[in-house]
């Protein structure tokens, strides 16, 4: 049987002139900032090895990672350096084993690594043999050490639980458009809430109405139309950095925004999503009208190509998408006559399942279609009847101007502080108090311009939604009709039917009667954008492109 090099786990204080490595470690990151135990770590190390004389030739510090897992960089790095050959040091120096490692099985694989490459891991404080006993007793240490571990990890976890169903914060950054707040005080600890930033929120509010709306010029954005935007117009993330797909998709479907922060949603070692029933819902402020923020999910999951597929936004066919069986509700397919000529509308689950699976129905395309088209702009696409149904959406346009002066009251305040900051910088360099040519306060200065200047753009945003022109008038309601009427009734088909899809859901066709359902809230959107809709761009179609010039 193969013997391992000699590595003692164990820790007897043998032989001089070994060159040794003091690994550091603590768990939290408050426990890197404010705690004392990496300096007591390695004041006790340093300690050891003189004693010993030992020379300390490298140091590893992780601040703030857990002993549970393998994965942290100094860690990595001092296994790198020891196993990859001709190993810098003899001996690795740890306070305790926990330090080292909390899992059981880990911990004893890594040892075993290290002794292959002549390395050996000396406790400071659990002086063990490497003979059998002390190998046993150090196997129990390391099983202890997960106990311990798993056990401090279920009471946190439940006491963060708690905190959160009594709507307090659990301490990790606050959502983009949020601000940590102390809330109240109970013993040494400061619980806290968050609270609207006023400056993040007007730009998560512009995000929004990038997304159901446009910029005005526009119909609304897709994801990457307004990530491109955003970042064109030089909006930047809390951190400096530009907008991504990936990012922004995520935040806009964060519930935070509708008022509903969820807590204990994925497990914080596996990273696995947990069962709804586990899920705790804080109540915050909310940034986005709840409905508007239901709609756009809505919006954004019948734009995913798994959704809705590419026939629907590119086919030949106005309905597609649209028209369903009033029996069995499944959508309703073309199918021709023999001679090509005569094309219906026929249930899919009747002509592909056959009649056990839906009766069936069958309606002259062309037909369906001029039904369906000249209704619409009959009966809905009229200034009278888009008013009426927009009656409900004005009156809440009305009561939102107490909220617009809260907001203004709030990036006001904001304003004002960032000036008056500034103004004690200048101040200080006027007097002499500071140096005009310290690396340090320059950065300050430029920091706290830029502050002032993201304020004053939110609040100038927050002001132009007041305006009239940001709000539904008879004129604004007149060139929706017009357009809209326009688009509906005439033109290319695939252009048509994204217009037909902006302002209906379904098309429900029975023997007697044809129900044409929508949502009133979508017209407030296309009102507002004079009607102009992204009027389904075929990108699927390998041979569309922008502009006829030489790339064909």
Known sequence: MKNFTRAKTGQEATGEGLRAAIYMRVSTGRQADHDLSIPDQRR???????????????????AGRSGT????????????????GGAPFDVVVVHSLSRFMRDAFVQEMHLRRLAKAGVRVVSITQDLGDDPV?????KMFALMDEYHSNETRKHVSRSMNENARQGFWNGSAAPFGYKTVAAEQRGAKIKKKLAIDPVEAETIRLIFRLLTEGDGTSGPMGIKAAVCWLNERGYRTRGGARWGIGPLHKLVGNTVY????????????????????????????????PAAFDALQS???????????????????LLTGLATCATCGGGLTLRTGKSGRYRYYVCASAAQKGKDACTGRAVPMDRLDQIVSERIGEELLTPERVARLLRGLVDRQTKKDGDFATRLTALRAKLSDADTRLGRLYKAIEDGIADADDPTLKDRVTAVKTERDIAKAAFERAVGEMRPEARITEEKIAAFVTTMRR??????????????????????????????????AVLENLVMAGGATPAGVPSFVRKWRTRHDSNV
């Open 69 to 84: 897992t393998d994965n942290r960089p100094e860690f990595q790095r001092l296994l790198e350096v020891a196993t990859s």
């Open 258 to 289: 509708k008022g509903e922060a969820v807590f204990n949603r994925t497990d914080s070692k596996t990273r696995q999503v947990k069962p709804v029933s586990e899920h705790i819902v804080v109540h915050v402020d909310p940034i986005i009208d």
């Open 299 to 317: 919006q954004l999951k019948a734009r995913n190509p798994k959704v809705t597929a590419p026939r629907v936004v590119t086919g030949p066919i």
């Open 134 to 138: 002390g190998v046993m007793a150090r």
């Open 44 to 62: 006790q190390g340093i300690a050891y090895c003189a004693g010993r004389n030992w020379t300390v030739v490298a140091e590893f510090v992780d």
């Open 487 to 520: 688009n509906v009734l005439s033109g290319e088909t695939a252009f048509r039917r994204a217009y037909l899809r902006a302002v209906i859901d379904k098309v429900e066709v029975d023997d007697a009667e044809i129900r044409i359902h929508g949502r009133r």
